[in-house]
């Protein structure tokens, strides 16, 4: 058995709208990652099986390669791609799913058509202070993912019977991705025992792995021996590390979207290092990933200089100037936050 989290309330209320409604659209946060991607597809699965059959998944903007073997992720509507017909879908929604963001500037050009849309609108969401947008609002930031939460969500409206395998493969990857292969943000025992139950749903965890996690291009693994070799930067006393890239340097290792994702991790195999910054050059902006390990808030430091947010470990924001602005911005915030005394930190705020 596992804990009963999710309000019963809001699971009735959400259920209602489940049962009732005829039109779903299941919306995720810009530049998907594999949570977005999995926890939406796996409620996707789980309506089609219910038996809904006007269900689609809207995501702002192209997510990567890696992803695009998922069930279902073929028929994900690109909202960059077809602006039109991703917005009058959420137009005519009965039901619209928001998850895996708290706030509508996380999906960006999404935001206009999601806000002004009639449609009964359910949060599903794992991210601290969501803002006020939804009719049901599941925001539950001690969840690994909100794919675990779309699982839990399931299992309580009673009908787990309707989550098939593609479901549990696409729960599995989100699990899987916003837990760095659960290796952090991932010590409570029922995250393992809901694995097991996706396991027995016929999913092929260590394949599911593999398809993910090892299907670089030679390029994207050159690229990461560059970084590491010349373009890490460590500052031992705050026991920080950098990592940029310029436009000019992905072009050099033929970047497509995702080839990046993890280099910003990689510094925090270094012992004593547990701060982690990587600035990369965007087409319009500069995207800054940032991680830490233990108690260092890095998405105060992402919400302080980067005007961003996200997880104590994981978060993430963004900078519009140069990379050596951005650089700047940085170095003169590892000044201001000691990353080993967050109790300086709750003094600036
Ligand atoms: P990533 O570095 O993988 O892009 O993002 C890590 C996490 O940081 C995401 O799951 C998300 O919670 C958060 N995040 C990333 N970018 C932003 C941003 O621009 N604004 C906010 N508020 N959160 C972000
Ligand atoms: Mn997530």
Not at 112 to 121: D, Q
């Given at each position: 058995?596992?804990?009963?989290?999710?309000?019963?309330?809001?699971?009735?209320?959400?259920?209602?709208?489940?049962?009732?409604?005829?039109s779903?659209?299941?919306?995720?946060?810009?530049?998907?990652?594999?949570?977005?991607?999995?926890?939406?597809?796996?409620?996707?699965?789980?309506?089609?099986?219910?038996?809904?059959?006007?269900?689609?998944?809207?995501?702002?903007?192209?997510?990567?390669?890696?992803?695009?073997?998922?069930?279902?992720?073929?028929?994900?509507?690109?909202?960059?791609?077809?602006?039109?017909?991703?917005?009058?879908?959420?137009?005519?929604?009965?039901?619209?799913?928001?998850?895996?963001?708290?706030?509508?500037?996380?999906?960006?050009?999404?935001?206009?058509?999601?806000?002004?849309?009639?449609?009964?609108?359910?949060?599903?969401?794992?991210?601290?202070?969501?803002a006020?947008?939804?009719?049901?609002?599941?925001?539950y930031?001690?969840m690994?993912?909100?794919?675990?939460?779309?699982?839990?969500?399931?299992?309580?409206?009673?009908?787990?019977?309707?989550?098939?395998?593609?479901?549990?493969?696409?729960?599995?990857?989100?699990?899987?991705?916003?837990?760095?292969?659960?290796?952090?943000?991932?010590?409570?025992?029922?995250?393992?025992?809901?694995?097991?139950?996706?396991?027995?749903?016929?999913?092929?965890?260590?394949?599911?792995?593999?398809?993910?996690?090892?299907?670089?291009?030679?390029?994207?693994?050159r690229?990461?021996?560059?970084?590491?070799?010349?373009?890490?930067?460590?500052y031992?006393?705050k026991?920080?590390?950098?990592?940029?890239l310029?436009?000019?340097?992905?072009?050099?290792?033929?970047?497509?979207?995702?080839?990046?994702?993890?280099?910003?991790?990689?510094?925090?195999?270094?012992?004593?290092?547990?701060?982690?910054?990587?600035?990369?050059?965007?087409?319009?902006?500069?995207?800054?990933?940032?991680?830490?390990?233990?108690?260092?808030?890095c998405?105060?430091?992402?919400?302080?200089?980067?005007?961003?947010?996200?997880?104590?470990?994981?978060?993430?924001?963004?900078?519009?100037?140069?990379?050596?602005?951005?650089?700047?911005?940085?170095?003169?915030?590892?000044?201001?936050?000691?990353?080993?005394?967050?109790?300086?930190?709750?003094?600036?705020?």
């Amino acid at each position: 058995m596992i804990t009963k989290i999710i309000q019963e309330e809001k699971i009735q209320k959400a259920k209602k709208y489940v049962e009732k409604g005829e039109s779903f659209v299941i919306v995720t946060h810009v530049t998907p990652d594999g949570d977005a991607l999995g926890s939406s597809l796996g409620l996707y699965h789980f309506l089609t099986a219910y038996g809904k059959d006007n269900v689609t998944v809207v995501v702002p903007n192209e997510f990567p390669q890696f992803y695009k073997w998922m069930p279902g992720a073929k028929d994900i509507v690109i909202h960059e791609k077809y602006p039109e017909f991703a917005e009058q879908l959420i137009g005519e929604a009965d039901v619209i799913f928001c998850l895996d963001f708290n706030e509508p500037k996380r999906i960006e050009k999404l935001a206009p058509a999601v806000l002004a849309a009639e449609g009964r609108k359910v949060l599903i969401d794992h991210h601290l202070d969501p803002a006020d947008f939804c009719r049901v609002e599941m925001s539950y930031p001690q969840m690994s993912s909100t794919s675990e939460m779309i699982f839990r969500f399931i299992c309580r409206m009673g009908i787990f019977d309707l989550m098939n395998q593609e479901a549990a493969a696409c729960i599995y990857t989100g699990m899987m991705t916003d837990t760095g292969a659960f290796t952090y943000n991932s010590n409570k025992p029922e995250v393992y025992v809901i694995i097991s139950e996706l396991i027995k749903k016929g999913i092929d965890k260590d394949l599911i792995y593999r398809k993910v996690f090892q299907v670089y291009s030679e390029a994207r693994l050159r690229m990461q021996g560059y970084v590491l070799y010349e373009k890490m930067k460590t500052y031992p006393e705050k026991h920080a590390a950098l990592i940029t890239l310029s436009k000019e340097e992905l072009g050099r290792f033929n970047y497509v979207t995702g080839d990046t994702e993890g280099f910003v991790n990689m510094p925090l195999n270094i012992e004593g290092v547990s701060f982690s910054v990587f600035i990369r050059e965007d087409k319009d902006y500069i995207k800054v990933s940032l991680r830490s390990v233990g108690d260092f808030p890095c998405n105060q430091f992402a919400s302080r200089y980067f005007n961003g947010g996200g997880h104590k470990n994981a978060s993430g924001g963004e900078f519009h100037g140069t990379l050596d602005e951005a650089i700047a911005v940085f170095e003169k915030g590892l000044k201001e936050f000691n990353p080993n005394k967050t109790e300086e930190i709750e003094k600036l705020i």
